[in-house]
């Protein structure tokens, strides 16, 4: 464990008190929770330059949304987003509203921890205890940055399906909350822009840089900043319940379903003139029958269903995450270099078809052959125990059966799995020299 990770994991204590006292409850306010930062304004321009950069040559429209007033911009928005010359959140803000005429803009960016490591690790670090208590959520967490010159939120008085923590970034943000009850007795309120009428009844939170605040999903909330760039990252926290609500994983795995059945899909299509307009009706039995014997086969091929072991273990390994930073470049680790897992984070497998194994780390999914040793290997990074590579390849790798099957790993084999789990962040270079002290060289 690192120091810059280890400062934002809060005693379980405060943990106790908050599931207790304030999860799905009420509002709460905490000043300077920790001594440094979750992200810096600096941080957060470089996080969203990244995003930006990563939603155009992905050509996705889900990640970044753009807000002239109140008003959604759909068009022509590369202009008005943000670059590295802009040098800080406050610069990219002057130049995005000058270039509309002085107008107020506001920015969103989902899945903000996908591009930005350092955050992503410390907002892991914060939530794990959390969700020892109340459970890992089924639905996927979507962390979000909003920044801008806007005076109230562009989107106006709103609730969501989840209660969440918010870090304030930069600039003074004030919240304003209402319960549902209350809404529900004033409908009026719904999506409105101007809620003077309601703010005697309104819980009013207000954060500065390094503050927490955090209301249940029985909340509907807006912002106001008092002056200047606000920007402020809100993090979901789901409810660690599994239903039919789930809806990212089940989306996912309907996808996946989608995805078999149109290549499988060996219909012939046909075109119908206008004239036989009432020959659609019975092309439907045909079409019918025909997806239920192409869904039949599809959820009996042991190759979907490794595809649904994938969406599971990224889902509980990511802890939640929706999407995680890309892995590492491949680095080569030396026979010499001492390595160790985190058992708060650890690798997780299922064993999948054709004698593989199944593993994933930190949302990441890949594969391996079924070699019995493996999952021994597996169990020795994850409990943080510093080991030499040298004596991991020279103890894991060879020749072994399982089941009457004979399995090979070659010391490169070996090799390749450490490096692989060093990309994806699971084991880092044991940076305690009495842990290092600790490991006893094997026979060369």
Not at 2 to 7: M, V, Y
Not at 13 to 22: G, H, I, K, S, T
Not at 214 to 229: C, I, K, L, M, Q
Not at 327 to 352: C, E, K, M, N, T
Request: charged share 25%.
């Amino acid at each position: 464990m690192t120091t810059t990770q280890a400062c934002f994991a809060l005693p379980s204590e405060f943990w106790a008190r908050f599931v207790d006292r304030q999860w799905e409850k009420c509002p709460f306010l905490l000043k300077q929770l920790f001594p440094t930062p979750l992200a810096t304004p600096d941080d957060v321009l470089r996080g969203i330059v990244e995003a930006c950069a990563a939603a155009e040559r992905n050509r996705s429209d889900d990640v970044v949304q753009f807000f002239v007033e109140h008003a959604r911009l759909e068009a022509d928005i590369k202009r008005y987003l943000p670059r590295f010359a802009d040098r800080s959140l406050e610069g990219y803000v002057k130049r995005a509203s000058q270039a509309l005429g002085g107008r107020q803009i506001g920015l969103v960016v989902r899945d903000y921890a996908a591009y930005d490591v350092r955050t992503w690790l410390r907002l892991r670090e914060f939530l794990r205890p959390l969700y020892e208590l109340i459970g890992l959520p089924g639905d996927s967490s979507q962390p979000v940055v909003l920044l801008g010159n806007y005076e109230k939120t562009p989107f106006g008085l709103h609730a969501d399906v989840y209660g969440a923590f918010v870090f304030v970034i930069a600039g003074r943000k004030r919240f304003r909350m209402w319960p549902e009850d209350y809404i529900r007795c004033h409908p009026e309120a719904r999506g409105c822009l101007d809620f003077l009428p309601f703010l005697n009844d309104a819980i009013t939170l207000e954060g500065e840089p390094g503050d927490v605040l955090y209301w249940p999903s029985t909340y509907w909330h807006s912002a106001d900043s008092r002056e200047g760039v606000t920007a402020s990252l809100t993090v979901p926290v789901l409810k660690g319940t599994w239903s039919s609500d789930d809806r990212h994983l089940r989306q996912q795995m309907l996808r996946a379903v989608e995805d078999r059945l149109e290549a499988a899909d060996g219909i012939e299509r046909r075109v119908f003139p206008m004239a036989m307009l009432r020959d659609y009706a019975t092309t439907i039995p045909d079409v019918a029958k025909s997806t239920t014997r192409t869904l039949e086969r599809v959820l009996r091929e042991p190759g979907f269903e490794d595809e649904l072991k994938v969406l599971w273990l990224n889902h509980v390994s990511s802890l939640g995450f929706s999407r995680v930073p890309p892995p590492l470049a491949h680095a080569r680790l030396g026979s010499d270099a001492v390595i160790q897992g985190d058992p708060r984070f650890p690798i997780l497998w299922l064993p999948g078809s054709d004698e593989t194994l199944i593993c994933s780390a930190n949302g990441h999914c890949f594969s391996f052959n079924g070699h019995p040793k493996i999952p021994m290997l597996l169990k020795r990074l994850n409990s943080g125990e510093p080991c030499r590579v040298a004596d991991l390849v020279r103890e894991y790798a060879g020749l072994a059966e399982s089941e009457g099957v004979a399995f090979d790993a070659s010391p490169e084999d070996i090799r390749g799995l450490l490096e692989k789990r060093y990309s994806l962040r699971a084991i880092s270079p044991a940076d305690n020299l009495v842990a290092k002290r600790r490991v006893k060289r094997g026979p060369a």
